[in-house]
């Protein structure tokens, strides 16, 4: 059980345009979920918080405009990165957190963004 | 916020032996501590969590003990196998969004 599927997997965009990714929780309702961007040979970083029907709050430093995050349902949340630059090329991960428990977060498998 | 700080950015194992990778976190407040296993181009894969009320727990092939005194974590991987080489990250909570560490790549020597 507590498996978080993410589409696509890879994705090539043209700088300047927007690309959206999904995180889907499968088998469990995910009142909050979680995005960390990760650049090569670097560690995780979170990127934003979100929980089922509110807006998401964001890290620092993180552009909450060029970001969007949507968490429309207990199963789906949509990372959007808006007019996207090279330099927003990365690893994105989501994870999940089952409404029952508080700690455990599920991540998903990841998306290479390489924007051109 | 405070951030998890790992030993070691790189850890060479001969196959067979064990691996011990380390990890020191700086949130006193933190409560909760999970181990991830980073394959290339993969999403983490939890390998074992410990809560503040615990110092050592055991799973298979794997330990972590945690030192509250000193706020360190380690991961203990026995008779390490070559499917064992990725990057391994520590993650610490309060139940707040899991903060990792910056990972120690672990290979193994056939």
């Known amino acids: 059980g507590a498996v978080v599927s993410q589409h696509p997997s890879r994705v090539i965009c043209k700088s300047g345009t927007s690309v959206k990714i999904e995180c889907r929780s499968l088998d469990f309702q995910a009142t909050t979920m979680f995005w960390y961007r990760q650049f090569p040979k670097q560690s995780l970083m979170l990127m934003a918080t979100s929980n089922e029907g509110s807006k998401a709050t964001y890290e620092q430093g993180v552009e909450k405009d060029k970001f969007l995050i949507n968490h429309a349902s207990l199963t789906l949340s949509t990372l959007t990165v808006t007019s996207a630059h090279p330099e927003d090329s990365s690893f994105y991960i989501c994870?999940?957190?089952?409404?029952?428990?508080?700690?455990?977060?599920?991540f998903g498998p990841g998306t290479r963004l390489t924007v051109t | 916020g405070e951030s998890v700080g790992l030993h070691l950015p790189t850890l060479s194992v001969q196959e067979g032996d064990n691996s011990i990778i380390n990890c020191a976190y700086s949130?006193?407040?933190?409560?909760?501590f999970i181990w991830y296993k980073q394959e290339s181009g993969k999403g983490p894969q939890f390998i074992i969590d410990i809560r503040s009320n615990m110092d050592k727990r055991q799973g298979q092939r794997v330990t972590v003990l945690l030192n509250k005194t000193v706020k360190h974590l380690s991961l203990q991987i026995a008779a390490t196998q070559p499917g064992d080489s990725a990057v391994y990250f520590c993650a610490e909570s309060n139940p707040t969004p899991l903060v990792f560490g910056k990972g120690t790549r672990l290979s193994v020597i056939a």
């Open positions: 949130n006193s407040a933190s409560d909760y």
């Open positions: 994870s999940a957190r089952d409404g029952g428990l508080a700690y455990e977060q599920y």
